[in-house]
Every structure is written in C-alpha cells, then in structure tokens.
C-alpha cells in the first residue's frame, strides 16, 4: 500500500515536498516513481528511483526543479519540487515497481498510491 501526501496550494516560485510511504517489507526492492494528472490530461511522468537510489529519472519539463530520493529505512520515497510553475498544477500520484528499476512508462508500475494535490497559483 502506498500513501502520498504534502500536496497543498502553493504560489508560483515555491517548494513542496512530497512523500510516499509504503507498507510492508519489500519497499527496500522496488523501483518507486512519481506520476502528475492535470485535468483534462493524460499522466505524465515526473521522476523515477531505482531499488537502491543509484539511478534517477526525470522528465524534462521538471528537470533542474525537482529530486526524487528515498529512504529505504523509513520506507518512504520524496519529491522535492522547488521553483514551482502553474504548469505542475495536478494530481500526484506514486508508484511502486517490482522490478526494480524504476521507469519513465506508467504500465511498468505494479503499485499505485492514491494522490496528493498539488496546485501552484499564479
């Protein structure tokens, strides 16, 4: 089970940090990642981590502004978000994937948590 939160409103130029909190004892082996739904949108990748936190993954449109980053001992995955734009208004949603990896493609994810929001006002 994952559980996203620190979602909130925000003005342009801000931070916020989200977290993801996942039960049970495997976290330490999956892959975790972080998707954003705009209304009207499709979901869009945001950042990936791999098991260990050797290798990140961001998308273009946020990289330079956000870190994903874990802890494995508290079984929870971050996304820092600093230098925040209107554009990354959405719902954020983590996500788990057995594998490992990490990944940029949402059907690699076995695992999804429900959604923070996030809104940034102009």
């Known amino acids: 089970q994952l559980q996203a939160y620190g979602g909130g409103l925000v003005q342009a130029g801000g931070s916020l940090r989200l977290s993801c909190a996942a039960s049970?004892?495997?976290?330490?082996?999956?892959?975790m990642g972080w998707f954003r739904q705009a209304p009207g949108k499709e979901r869009e990748f945001v950042a990936a981590?791999?098991?260990?936190?050797?290798?990140?993954y961001y998308a273009d449109s946020v990289k330079g502004r956000v870190t994903i980053s874990r802890d494995n001992a508290k079984n929870t995955v971050y996304l820092q978000m600093n230098s925040l734009k209107p554009e990354d208004t959405a719902v954020y949603y983590c996500?788990?994937?057995?594998?490992?990896?990490?990944?940029?493609?949402?059907?690699?994810?076995?695992?999804w948590g429900q959604g923070t929001q996030v809104t940034v006002s102009s």
């Open positions: 996500a788990a994937d057995r594998q490992g990896r990490g990944s940029v493609w949402y059907y690699e994810y076995d695992y």
């Open positions: 049970g004892r495997t976290f330490s082996s999956y892959g």
């Open positions: 981590i791999s098991w260990s936190g050797g290798s990140t």
